[in-house]
């Protein structure tokens, strides 16, 4: 049988489907409770998260989880060419609170994006008076992954966890049929754009067209150039299939960061597969993509 519960997790909604003949709502609710335990240690938006206690004392100890993700957070941060840089502070574009509320306001802060100058002691982590931390950009994938862990140990194979599209996808569905991920039609957010078949893969899709506001007759999306410190609106769509979730949606931040020539370059030489979207209308992905019976509908 077929269960499926979703709860507002993250600040986007959290989906956990099951194909099981026992019942596992108790195991996909306390899939729900890792995601919980993450989002009041990694959220940016309260004020009694770690990270936040952190980003206010400047030193802290904290929990061996999140040295894990600091540690492969820098690894990716040089991976990427310090692209994936979680120094970077969206408050510079005016982005002060959530997208709930819509509050933005101008802040002219100075901050450093030496991400090299994080100091990690034990499970000390130490910050540089001008920076501030925010791993929203890889913490999602990094829970995906972590509840995918925690279904297998529970001997469950089949089934879907979906953090806002970060995304694992396990077996076959109820139909023995591989699950099937649609890309919205960027340019009409009614429409999908294409269908991929995916089974035993983690898949992000990350985008310039949602998340964005306008200020000052500037256009502003939520993903910032580290050296530029302004938003590039090349890829208005990227989409990647890798054996983590962590890594999907890392890269996925740190692709749309780049040029799009830089993004090509990168991916290249990364065992992850990729479909992106460019703001002309443009499509790019690699060879390796009619593995999954790529299906382009608009």
């Not at 894990?68 to 040089?78: A, R």
């Not at 990350?206 to 590039?232: A, C, F, M, V």
């Not at 960061?257 to 990729?274: G, H, R, T, Y």
Request: proline fraction near 2%.
């Amino acid at each position: 049988m077929k269960y499926s519960k979703t709860r507002f997790l993250m600040w986007t909604d959290v989906s956990i489907t099951i194909n099981s003949n026992k019942n596992p709502l108790q195991d996909i609710y306390d899939g729900f409770s890792i995601f919980y335990s993450l989002e009041n240690e990694f959220s940016r938006f309260s004020e009694k998260s770690d990270l936040s206690l952190l980003n206010i004392s400047k030193t802290l100890e904290l929990s061996d989880r999140f040295i894990e993700v600091l540690n492969l957070s820098y690894d990716i941060y040089n991976k990427t060419n310090k692209y994936f840089n979680p120094l970077v502070n969206v408050k510079n574009i005016w982005y002060s609170s959530d997208f709930k509320k819509w509050v933005f306001e101008k802040t002219n802060t100075d901050i450093s994006l030496d991400f090299d100058k994080v100091a990690i002691i034990w499970n000390f982590v130490t910050l540089k008076n001008d920076q501030n931390l925010d791993l929203w950009g890889i913490v999602k994938g990094y829970c995906v992954d972590l509840v995918s862990d925690f279904l297998h140990g529970k001997w469950y194979n089949d089934f879907i966890i979906n953090a806002g599209w970060d995304i694992f996808l396990s077996g076959n569905n109820i139909y023995w049929k591989t699950p099937i991920v649609w890309i919205d039609n960027p340019f009409n957010t009614t429409e999908i754009f294409a269908t991929i078949e995916i089974k035993d893969k983690s898949v992000s899709t990350s985008w310039t067209y949602k998340r964005k506001w306008e200020l000052d007759n500037e256009k502003y999306h939520h993903i910032l150039t580290p050296e530029t410190n302004k938003n590039n609106n090349e890829i208005i769509s990227i989409t990647l299939i890798s054996d983590k979730c962590y890594i999907s949606d890392s890269y996925a931040t740190a692709c749309i960061a780049m040029w799009i020539q830089k993004s090509l370059e990168f991916l290249k030489n990364e065992n992850i597969d990729w479909f992106i979207i460019w703001s002309d209308w443009n499509i790019y992905q690699t060879n390796y993509m009619s593995h999954y019976n790529l299906e382009i509908i608009n």
